[in-house]
């Protein structure tokens, strides 16, 4: 028995130093996340510069526009960041760059507003940069622009000293609750294979001009959607093609739908996302897979 015993403890703390090089090693490579973006990723800014007007919670989750936390905090929640650590610039509603559109910053906006306060930057950090639905959402069918204000966006943070980004690509703008049986339905998933194709390829152009320290992820979330979409039963979902939220009225069971509104996903949804940017970062990086029983 006594024999036994001892075997236990020495399992248990070969799995404690295991899970503690994991999360040393998190720390080492990513000490922080910093994201630009629109709704996707915003985590309230939108409703703290609002007063709390909108997005309405509830329905909405705290002013995040979903029925939860979206896909950068439970990102940052598995790289055991702290909120402190999750710095977010995100906003509902932002373009990729034309402004202040209804007084939402853009995502150069973003970027530049960051760049004013930190002259030099956390090279150890994250950088997430996901935008360009709301352009073509807003009537804008010029992919070349949309994608070189991303490109703009990752230079200007590379030449303060960023050097690692994520940048993520669109789901198919065609096929969701708001826009799959209108007549622009079809103009929009053009739009978002064109805008994919070509943020693809100037991702590569990036890396290859910027340098070799400089590390760009793509996270392919049309992939992701179209997986759930084609497979919904693979993820856990009943339906992949209505809201769950109609004229405010709340399902019961929002974790079987792919939409939480017209537009934006359900937080399972963005726990899907989260874990697919991780293992994106575990391929990148090499991090050490956490036991999977912890």
Same mark, same amino acid.
């Given at each position: 028995m006594?024999?036994q015993? *001892?075997v236990? *403890?020495a399992?248990l703390f070969?799995l404690?130093?295991a899970?503690?090089?994991s999360?040393?090693?998190?720390?080492?490579i990513i000490n922080e996340l910093?994201?630009?973006g629109d709704s996707?990723?915003?985590?309230?800014?939108?409703?703290?510069?609002?007063?709390?007007?909108r997005?309405?919670s509830?329905?909405y989750?705290q002013?995040r526009y979903?029925?939860?936390l979206?896909w950068v905090?439970?990102l $940052?929640?598995? *790289?055991?960041?702290?909120?402190?650590q999750n710095?977010n610039f995100?906003?509902?509603?932002a373009?990729t760059?034309?402004?202040?559109?209804n007084?939402i910053p853009d995502l150069?906006?973003?970027v530049?507003?960051?760049?004013k306060?930190?002259?030099?930057?956390?090279?150890?950090?994250?950088?997430?940069?996901?935008a360009?639905a709301?352009?073509?959402?807003?009537?804008?069918?010029?992919?070349?622009l949309s994608?070189g204000?991303?490109s703009q966006?990752?230079?200007?943070l590379?030449k303060?000293g960023a050097?690692?980004f994520m940048?993520?690509?669109?789901p198919?703008?065609?096929n969701?609750?708001?826009?799959?049986?209108?007549?622009?339905s079809n103009?929009?998933?053009s739009a978002?294979?064109?805008h994919n194709?070509g943020l693809?390829?100037?991702?590569n152009?990036?890396?290859?001009?910027?340098?070799?320290?400089?590390q760009?992820i793509?996270l392919?979330?049309?992939?992701l959607?179209?997986?759930a979409?084609?497979?919904?039963a693979?993820?856990?979902?009943t339906?992949?093609t209505e809201a769950?939220?109609k004229n405010?009225a709340?399902?019961?069971n929002?974790?079987?739908?792919?939409?939480?509104?017209?537009i934006?996903?359900?937080?399972a949804?963005?726990?899907?996302? $989260?874990?697919?940017?991780l293992?994106e970062?575990?391929?990148?990086?090499s991090?050490?897979?956490?036991p999977?029983y912890?």
């Open positions: 006594k024999k015993i *001892l236990v *403890l399992f070969v404690m130093v899970f503690t090089t999360i040393s090693n998190f720390h080492t910093y994201v630009f996707l990723s915003d985590i309230g800014n939108v409703f703290n510069a609002t007063g709390g007007f997005p309405s509830p329905p989750f002013g979903s029925n939860g979206v905090e439970y $940052a929640s598995e *790289l055991a960041l702290n909120h402190k710095t995100a906003y509902g509603g373009t760059g034309s402004g202040h559109i007084g150069l906006t973003q530049d507003s960051f760049l306060v930190h002259g030099q930057i956390d090279s150890n950090a994250l950088y997430i940069l996901w360009g709301n352009d073509y959402l807003n009537g804008l069918n010029n992919p070349s994608i204000n991303v966006a990752i230079e200007s590379s303060a050097k690692k940048v993520a690509n669109l198919d703008l065609g969701i609750p708001v826009t799959r049986n209108t007549s622009y103009i929009l998933s978002t294979i064109a194709l693809a390829k100037s991702l152009i990036l890396k290859q001009k910027l340098g070799h320290d400089i760009v793509e392919d979330v049309h992939f959607y179209r997986e979409i084609a497979n919904p693979k993820f856990g979902f339906n992949v769950c939220l405010f709340n399902f019961d929002p974790d079987d739908f792919l939409f939480w509104d017209s934006h996903p359900t937080t949804v963005h726990k899907l996302l $989260a874990k697919a940017a293992k970062l575990k391929t990148k990086y991090f050490p897979p956490l999977e912890l």
